[in-house]
């Protein structure tokens, strides 16, 4: 079972956030100031709970697109909570 970080969660989750709808933001550690494994954790744990309307993998690497409902409410719960 994955355990990452609230901070790891809450920075993808927000950089997704600001995408348009058909844009997809692939997950760099380097430019999200993470680093690789907790990045890493942080998105398969994201992905795994719903939290973007699409997503892909491969390689070792995530590239996601925009909040889903479930993205934006555990944004919201992460933040406030």
Known sequence: ???PSK???IKILSAA???NDDSMLPLD???LGLSRNGMLAAAAFLVERAC???YQQGAGQYTVGG???QGRLRLDQLSNG
Do not use: I, K, T, V
Request: net charge positive; proline share 0%.
């Open 1 to 3: 079972m994955l355990n």
């Open 7 to 9: 901070a790891d969660c």
């Open 17 to 19: 956030s600001e995408l």
């Open 29 to 31: 550690h380097g430019r």
């Open 52 to 54: 973007f309307r699409r």
């Open 67 to 69: 909040l889903s409902l």
